[in-house]
């Protein structure tokens, strides 16, 4: 894999997602991120598919490439250390709750294959994952009954994502420790990351820090920018049906 340097690198769209009221999209989006100065990292398999995943929305549209691109909005990437980690469960339920990397561990790891899908076009086929069941990690806690939601922040401030409650607990979703057979490397968000395959992969936050119980599922970070809070893969953002 080639390492490519820091680019400014939003996230493209290849179409509009659906206007909001108030929330800058599209090209005046990517022109103010450049100008605030988020950045993101891509490490491309080729520089070919470096550029064309930096091509902004409104540029003829190049053939999407499959293989990951890491993306992050700020730099240096978290850090993780085993001894000191721990996943933080709050909110809405009767007992909050610190897991340790250990305790994520030695709860029960389930394993999928799936698609992973990022809005801006690009796909990785066929991603081995393991980790553990939302619904395993909630087993033991009661939720308050007005409880309708997850939100998942990232040690990566302010990277952060939100579920409905029936999203959550949908069979494929995951808490994912591993990546491919090998514990998730930094760049891929170690040591835990959301994966929800029915989903965009804006929404699978890495560096996972910490787990709010919530009673709505309020907009993430780029949710926050105008993408859909409901991020279903080929219908939403103005793909398929949604637009
Ligand atoms: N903390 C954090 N999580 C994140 C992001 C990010 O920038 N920061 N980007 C999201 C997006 S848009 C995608 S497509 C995937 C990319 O995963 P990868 O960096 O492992 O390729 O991570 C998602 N999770
Ligand atoms: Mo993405």
Not at 125 to 150: C, F, S, T, Y
Request: charged content about 25%; glycine content about 8%; some cysteine.
């Amino acid at each position: 894999m080639t390492e490519l340097p820091e680019r400014k690198l939003p996230e493209p769209k290849r179409r509009e997602p659906k206007r909001r009221e108030g929330v800058p999209v599209g090209r005046a989006a990517f022109l103010g991120l450049a100008a605030a100065g988020i950045s993101s990292l891509a490490w491309g398999k080729t520089a070919f598919d470096a550029v064309a995943s930096a091509i902004p929305s409104g540029l003829p549209s190049i053939a999407p490439s499959n293989g990951w691109r890491i993306y992050s909005i700020s730099s240096p990437l978290p850090t993780f250390d085993p001894a000191t980690y721990s996943l933080e469960v709050f909110g809405l339920l009767d007992k909050p709750f610190k897991l340790s990397y250990a305790d994520l561990q030695d709860l029960p790891q389930e394993r999928q294959v799936s698609d992973f899908h990022c809005v801006t076009g690009w796909s990785v086929e066929d991603v081995h994952w393991e980790g553990v069941r939302i619904q395993e990690l909630l087993k033991a806690v009661n939720l308050a009954p007005n409880a309708r939601a997850l939100r998942f922040n990232s040690a990566e401030l302010p990277y952060d994502s939100a579920l409905t409650l029936e999203q959550a607990l949908l069979p494929d979703v995951m808490l994912a420790l591993k990546m491919d057979g090998k514990p998730l490397t930094r760049p891929h968000g170690s040591p835990v990351r959301l994966v929800i395959p029915q989903m965009y992969g804006y929404k699978g936050v890495k560096w996972l820090k910490s787990i709010e119980v919530s009673r709505e599922a309020f907009a993430g970070y780029w949710e926050r920018e105008g993408y859909d809070n409901d991020a279903w893969v080929g219908r939403s953002n103005g793909y398929g049906d949604s637009s």
